[in-house]
């Protein structure tokens, strides 16, 4: 108990994070606290906002975000000093200036709430389920009830989705976990977080995502608390976070565990109005299955925001001053029931050059996979110094005119070389003076037949510029792999890359957001005129120089 305490207090002190002062919100409203049961006897902290001057038995729809964020004390490791419900970085202030009441329950183990955490497991399932029929059920609501998040607060949402609990109107979901173990590790390799405020890079290792959850629900309540908040604050047992560091460490893909959480097949077909995005730049929640889980939705008025901004929904974040909106019109429709039409296209992408540009379908319709053939040879897998005995370039020649990428690329490669190696593979966007911008990448364990999927993209390769393919063994500061210090073949290699077959003219507003600059002057290197002169191959792919 002493070191729970301590770890809660060292959060408040700012030891993980530098001290900040939420914003306070710009508009009046009414809160008060309560406590709901769950059906397994679990207690479920929620701060309701009700517009200012608004009567109690006055009924009004209802959004609500359900987290393990949202303590009174911190928002994740940002201490909070002046108390009161924790609103950061949701859309509280909008929701409550169009007549909303505003709904944040704590998941089990988190804030207010007793229990213990599952990882989007059956309880913390369960206490979506308990905060959705719970709010569309008060006196004060019109019994529609939208949720809405971004990360785990996002992934909450998709639990609902896959719930159907009565009262469920829509969703908005940005840069959700769509599948827990992916969100952790790639096909067993150890996905490396960001440590932001310091650096976006990664340096923390996933599998100590559960220690860091464990620290965030030993938060200590606020002296100005309930004395059952405070309790509950406080009440992690030892069994609790044993639980969840057997899971959250588990690189096992076959875990039952793991696929019991996998949302995708639960989401399939799911008829529920859903506005999801993602970010192809976020360091957190990658650019992966989520597109797996958008395709495998059921006809209904769905949106979708893919573009070239981090973690983050894109109210401030992306460059675009029309998702506001967007966003309370879906709500306005789908939770409120106004006649209201939403505008935008049914899928909004934001493309690395800069531009923006509607579609009905991401990947688009007209998408097409063209086999590439890629130099083989031998590298060591060694990590942590860079250096030619680690990677095999494949470049290829200049394009005539803009060859646009959009969607997954894949990569089979046959190799020879211990089991505890990896390989990794990334695609390059080279620019005439020799600046190589990482496009995507992926990684997997080496057998002597591997796929590797890589990171979803939608990127347009200018005249003038090559694609550049790099094998090597991990990328340090994206993954965590110990290395084998041993040589790996490449027999073969064939690369799978998704081009648009039809050129694209943007017809949306939108600019730049800050992690696509970072992006560009960060994820770059300049390769030397030996890298093109060893390495450059016919790649036959359309518009490349010669045309073959």
């Not at 990664?202 to 220690?211: M, S």
């Not at 083989?376 to 060694?382: I, N, V």
């Not at 939108?510 to 696509?516: L, N, R, V």
Request: with cysteine; glycine share 10%; aromatic share 8%.
């Amino acid at each position: 108990m002493v070191v729970r305490v301590l770890a809660g207090v060292a959060l408040v002190l700012g030891v993980f994070a530098p001290v900040t002062v939420a914003e306070p919100l710009g508009v009046g409203y009414q809160w008060r606290q309560t406590y709901i049961d769950a059906p397994d006897g679990t207690r479920l902290h929620a701060d309701i906002l009700r517009p200012e001057g608004v009567a109690e038995d006055v009924r009004t729809p209802v959004i609500l975000t359900v987290s393990p964020y949202r303590s009174h004390t911190a928002f994740i490791s940002a201490p909070r000093l002046e108390g009161g419900p924790s609103t950061d970085n949701l859309p509280v202030e909008l929701a409550l200036r169009a007549g909303y009441t505003y709904v944040i329950v704590d998941l089990r183990g988190f804030g207010g709430s007793n229990g213990c955490p599952d990882y989007g497991g059956p309880g913390e399932r369960s206490d979506v389920v308990t905060a959705v029929e719970w709010a569309a059920s008060q006196p004060w609501s019109t019994g529609k009830v939208g949720m809405a998040g971004v990360s785990y607060e996002a992934w909450t949402g998709l639990l609902g989705l896959t719930a159907k609990p009565k009262g469920l109107a829509a969703v908005l979901a940005f840069a959700p976990v769509v599948d827990p173990y992916s969100y952790l590790y790639m096909q067993g390799v150890s996905w490396k977080f960001s440590g932001k405020p310091v650096t976006e890079n990664g340096i923390r290792p996933a599998d100590q995502v559960g220690e860091e959850h464990l620290l965030i629900a030993s938060t200590p309540g606020r002296p100005d608390d309930s004395p059952e908040y405070q309790a509950n604050a406080l009440a992690m047992t030892v069994p609790c976070s044993e639980q969840y560091l057997a899971l959250t460490g588990d690189h096992n893909a076959a875990n039952p565990q793991w696929r019991a959480r996998d949302l995708v097949e639960g989401v399939r077909g799911n008829t529920i109005p859903l506005f999801l995005g993602q970010g192809f730049l976020d360091y957190n929640t990658r650019a992966d299955r989520v597109f797996d889980l958008w395709n495998g939705l059921g006809p209904g008025d769905h949106r979708a925001w893919f573009g070239q901004w981090g973690h983050s929904d894109c109210r401030t974040k992306c460059g675009t001053a029309q998702f506001d909106a967007e966003m309370m019109a879906f709500f306005d429709k789908h939770v409120a029931g106004r006649d209201v039409q939403i505008p935008g296209p049914r899928v909004t992408v934001g493309q690395f050059d800069g531009a923006w540009r509607s579609e009905t379908a991401w990947p688009p319709v007209d998408s097409r996979k063209f086999a590439v053939n890629l130099r083989t040879g031998t590298y060591t897998d060694r990590g942590f110094l860079p250096g030619a005995d680690r990677e095999i370039w494949s470049i290829s020649q200049p394009f005539t005119q803009t060859t646009h990428l959009s969607g997954v690329t894949t990569a089979s490669l046959r190799l020879t070389g211990p089991a505890s190696a990896t390989v990794a593979v990334e695609l390059y966007d080279i620019a005439p003076d020799n600046r190589a911008t990482v496009i995507t990448r992926g990684i997997a364990p080496v057998t002597e037949t591997t796929d590797v999927r890589l990171l979803g993209q939608d990127w347009p390769l200018a005249a003038g510029h090559r694609l550049g393919v790099r094998i090597t063994d991990v990328v340090d500061d994206v993954w965590s792999h110990a290395p084998a210090n041993a040589p790996v073949t490449v027999t073969a290699a064939r690369l799978d890359l998704p081009l648009l077959t039809q050129p694209r003219q943007p017809d949306l507003t939108g600019g730049g957001s800050e992690a696509h600059a970072k992006w560009r002057n960060e994820k770059a290197i300049t390769l030397t005129p030996a890298h093109l002169s060893q390495a450059t191959i016919p790649m036959n792919l359309p518009n490349e120089t010669p045309a073959r």
